[in-house]
T-cell receptor, first 108, second 115 residues
């Protein structure tokens, strides 16, 4: 079964602290994973994708096939990082399979 | 920057009524999607659409649902006879291609409330 799990509904950190948002997946093929972000009252937007191996707004994510994980990390959280973060698995047919989302709250 | 738009932003309807949710995808995009998110739950795929036909649909997308591209710009989701459990946020998305490298751009969503 194709599934994405984000175990934390809410993650609260202080500004400047490191952040790790967890994502685990279940997929029989070669997985392609994304992180989407939704800031308050804004639309879902792509943050980064595994295939690009990029760093966006200081965030990075590494695919660990052994642990079936794609955790999102940032060394120093900023208040403007507060948002809902969704991990998503891309299906060969083009659809995205989302996790339940983690709300990140960065306190001053 | 071009954006996907959706109307209305909020729709309230009575159980059993038909609703049509409207989306205007980005103009040069060819693939269109509907997702929904029930309050407190994950975003779920409903249907994908290309070349005037459904490419893929989920088990949620039963006979009560239909999609249409009535003209060159709109992409609609119709629910024939709404149920209470259809209350959710409905997101439209579009992309230039369904291949991995092509980003899906999401609209702001329509909140559907069935009473």
């Amino acid at each position: 079964a194709q599934r994405v799990t984000q175990p934390e509904k809410l993650l609260s950190v202080f500004k400047g602290a490191p952040v790790e948002l967890k994502c685990n997946y279940s997929y029989s093929g070669s997985p392609e994973l994304f992180w989407y972000v939704q800031y308050s009252r804004q639309r879902l937007q792509l943050l980064l994708r595994h295939i690009s191996r990029e760093s966006i707004k200081g965030f990075t994510a590494d695919l660990n096939k052994g642990e079936t994980s794609f955790h999102l990390k940032k060394p120093f959280a900023q208040e403007e990082d507060s948002a809902m973060y969704y991990c998503a698995l891309w299906n060969q047919g083009g659809k995205l399979i989302f996790g339940q989302g983690t709300e990140l709250s960065v306190k001053p | 920057e071009p954006e996907v738009t959706q109307t209305p932003s909020h729709q309230v309807t009575q159980m059993g009524q038909e609703v049509i949710l409207r989306c205007v995808p980005i103009s040069n995009h060819l693939y269109f999607y509907w997702y929904r998110q029930i309050l407190g739950q994950k975003v779920e795929f409903l249907v994908s659409f290309y070349n005037n036909e459904i490419s893929e649909k989920s088990e949620i997308f039963d006979d009560q649902f239909s999609v249409e591209r009535p003209d060159g710009s709109n992409f609609t989701l119709k629910i024939r006879s709404t149920k209470l459990e259809d209350s959710a946020m409905y997101f439209c998305a579009s992309s230039t291609d369904r291949a991995l490298s092509y980003e899906q751009y999401f609209g702001p969503g329509t909140r559907l409330t069935v009473t």
